[in-house]
């Protein structure tokens, strides 16, 4: 849509930038402070530089965690984007079944976080949860508090149970934005299934597409609760995902300064790659319209 | 209706997604020696016990309405500054929109571990500590710049000329934006809403923060149950069970908004 030119609209957007503003930016000015000195106790406090970025940098612990993200983060996109949009495309269009089937998409949404640890821990005890005393009946012993590959399957199932939803949700919102015209033009072109959904479906969901895309990067590479209460970030370390070991520096040592320095790294990692992906999907989607 | 072969994978989808939430039903049903005792499809001997103790005591209960306080404040004032800020970027073109566009959701990248000590910091020194406007205020945190993002997609759907049909009839903005525009985006506004009310409800970490007692939210309730007096199954998942309860409801009033929110969003 071609935009009218005027400043003036700046008016419009100070109530929002100015709330944002207020709890971003004082806050993000303080962790840089922090981040730059040694702290000892109120009042005490040296400039020291970029000493914590340095010892942060070279944290080895750090590098596993930040790996272990990645990955976490990496197969959940690739497991969540294309189910949501399988969900989205078998799902009714009208009538009650419609929102029969919204109403439940929506449940693992309402969820607080830390609950959902709570439901994943009662769901797979072997002994009294459902999953659990169904795998282990089956023969084959699982258990999340034991085995780090059994922690890494419970982790991402809950991941994916939960979140999938969002994706579907949005999905569907930029399939049910297509006008009926389209599908009828592609019937009379003899248009295969495929076809429709490559040239049609696909490019008209690029927007809400962009958005799932980038609210499941940034939630999956920030989460937190889920994990933490579900296995405490082991067994070992091995689902010590990024925030649960930067709480760890923060609360667990108290180290303040390093702490700061590692969020602000970490906050750059997910600015970089939302950036990268949020210019990538304007250029398909740029290149798609002819 | 006719049952095609992808009906059968939603269903299946949907029975598998609902499956951990059954199972939280059924342990809220059940005292603990139950629970414990024997592995149940069903409540056998169904027992209301868990939700009295929940309705019963005011620490717990003062949970929920805490929370709805916090969250419907968090919710108004989303709409209220997004709806006009989403228009300008909507419809108009000026300094530096794009990246003030992409600057509101960076806002959301930040790890909010070590947010919490600044925000601590922040609220304290306006004497907000404890109070329900500064969870919802810090909410907006997240909930605002999302908000800005899915209402410019439901505005750019609607076709400029009506905009300028109206200001040649001589429509003031304000009236215009009031009596024409925000009907037409209602499901949007709706949509939105949901979302807002959804992060805002979930959220834990700075309303524990932000809170201690006269706001404290019910997911902060749960947690400390659980670390003072061992694991009680039963409570917990009732409590869980009740955390679903308020939201089903929002979305069980507003689902054919909804659905119409959805067909008529370009996003």
């Known amino acids: 849509?071609?935009?009218?030119?005027?400043?003036?609209?700046?008016?419009?957007?100070?109530?929002?930038?100015?709330?944002?503003?207020?709890?971003?930016?004082?806050?993000?000015?303080?962790?840089?402070?922090?981040?730059?000195?040694?702290?000892?106790g109120p009042g005490q406090r040296f400039f020291i530089g970029a000493e914590w970025f340095r010892e942060v940098l070279h944290d080895e612990r750090l590098h596993a965690a930040l790996w272990r993200q990645f990955m976490f983060s990496g197969l959940v996109l690739l497991i969540e984007m294309p189910l949501g949009v399988l969900i989205a495309l078998a799902m009714p269009k009208k009538g009650w079944t419609a929102s029969l089937v919204l109403v439940l998409?929506?449940?693992?949404?309402?969820?607080?976080?830390?609950?959902?640890?709570?439901?994943?821990?009662?769901?797979?005890?072997?002994?009294?949860?459902?999953?659990?005393?169904?795998?282990?009946?089956?023969?084959?012993?699982?258990?999340?508090?034991?085995?780090?590959?059994?922690a890494w399957i419970t982790v991402m199932l809950m991941e994916v149970w939960h979140w999938t939803p969002l994706v579907a949700l949005l999905a569907y919102a930029g399939l049910r934005a297509i006008p009926e015209a389209y599908y009828q033009a592609a019937?009379?072109?003899?248009?295969?299934?495929?076809?429709?959904?490559?040239?049609?479906?696909?490019?008209?969901?690029?927007?809400?597409?962009?958005?799932?895309?980038?609210?499941?990067?940034?939630?999956?590479?920030?989460i937190y609760a889920e994990p933490?209460?579900?296995?405490?970030?082991?067994?070992?370390?091995?689902?010590?995902?990024?925030?649960?070991?930067?709480?760890?520096?923060?609360?667990?040592?108290?180290?303040l300064g390093p702490a700061a320095a590692f969020s602000l790294i970490y906050f750059l990692i997910v600015l970089l790659f939302c950036f990268l992906f949020y210019q990538a999907l304007q250029a398909v989607g740029t290149g798609d319209k002819g | 209706?006719?049952?095609?072969?992808?009906?059968?994978?939603?269903?299946?989808?949907?029975?598998?997604?609902?499956?951990?939430?059954?199972?939280?039903?059924?342990?809220?049903?059940?005292?603990?020696?139950?629970?414990?005792?024997?592995?149940?499809?069903?409540?056998?001997?169904?027992?209301?016990?868990?939700?009295?103790?929940?309705?019963?005591?005011?620490?717990?209960?003062s949970g929920y309405i805490n929370s709805i306080i916090y969250v419907t404040l968090n919710t108004i004032i989303s709409l209220v500054t997004a709806l006009p800020a989403a228009y300008a970027f909507s419809r108009y073109?000026?300094?530096?929109?794009?990246?003030?566009?992409?600057?509101?959701?960076?806002?959301?990248?930040?790890?909010?571990?070590?947010?919490?000590?600044?925000?601590?910091?922040?609220?304290?020194?306006?004497?907000?500590?404890?109070?329900?406007?500064?969870?919802?205020?810090?909410?907006?945190?997240?909930?605002?710049?999302?908000?800005?993002?899915?209402?410019?997609?439901?505005?750019?759907?609607?076709p400029k000329e009506i905009d300028e049909t109206a200001f040649i009839d001589g429509y003031s903005f304000p009236r215009f934006f009031i009596t024409i525009f925000l009907p037409l985006i209602r499901a949007g506004i709706g949509v939105t809403a949901f979302f807002c009310f959804m992060f805002s409800w979930v959220e834990l970490l700075l309303a524990r923060t932000l809170t201690t007692t006269n706001a404290k939210p019910i997911a902060a309730t749960m947690t400390r149950t659980v670390s003072a007096t061992g694991l009680d199954w039963g409570?917990?998942?009732?409590?869980?069970?009740?955390?679903?309860?308020?939201?089903?409801?929002?979305i069980w009033f507003v689902r054919n908004h909804l659905a119409k929110g959805f067909a008529l969003g370009r996003v």
Request: aromatic share 14%; charged share 10%; proline share 6%.
């Open chain 1, 105 to 150: 998409l929506a449940l693992p949404l309402l969820i607080p976080w830390n609950v959902i640890g709570t439901i994943w821990i009662i769901f797979t005890r072997p002994d009294i949860g459902l999953m659990g005393a169904l795998i282990n009946s089956a023969g084959i012993p699982f258990d999340h508090t034991g085995s780090p590959l059994d």
């Open chain 2, 93 to 158: 073109r000026f300094i530096g929109d794009k990246h003030v566009f992409f600057w509101l959701l960076t806002n959301r990248m930040a790890p909010p571990a070590v947010f919490l000590l600044p925000f601590f910091q922040l609220y304290s020194t306006f004497g907000l500590i404890d109070t329900h406007i500064a969870v919802a205020l810090s909410h907006c945190l997240f909930n605002v710049p999302l908000a800005v993002w899915i209402l410019e997609g439901f505005m750019s759907g609607v």
């Open chain 1, 228 to 255: 933490f209460v579900l296995t405490g970030g082991g067994p070992g370390n091995s689902t010590t995902f990024l925030s649960i070991y930067l709480v760890k520096v923060a609360v667990g040592q108290f180290d």
């Open chain 1, 187 to 222: 019937k009379i072109d003899g248009a295969s299934r495929w076809a429709v959904f490559r040239y049609i479906q696909l490019p008209k969901m690029r927007g809400v597409l962009t958005i799932a895309l980038l609210l499941r990067f940034m939630d999956s590479f920030l």
């Open chain 2, 1 to 61: 209706m006719r049952l095609q072969k992808k009906h059968v994978g939603l269903i299946i989808y949907l029975l598998l997604l609902i499956l951990p939430i059954y199972w939280m039903l059924n342990m809220s049903l059940r005292t603990n020696a139950d629970i414990l005792g024997a592995f149940s499809l069903y409540p056998e001997n169904p027992t209301f016990a868990n939700y009295l103790k929940i309705f019963s005591d005011p620490s717990w209960y």
């Open chain 1, 1 to 40: 849509m071609v935009k009218w030119d005027n400043n003036r609209a700046w008016f419009l957007v100070i109530p929002v930038f100015v709330i944002v503003a207020f709890s971003a930016i004082i806050p993000l000015m303080t962790v840089v402070n922090y981040s730059v000195q040694d702290i000892f």
């Open chain 2, 235 to 250: 409570l917990l998942a009732a409590a869980g069970i009740l955390t679903i309860v308020p939201g089903a409801l929002v």
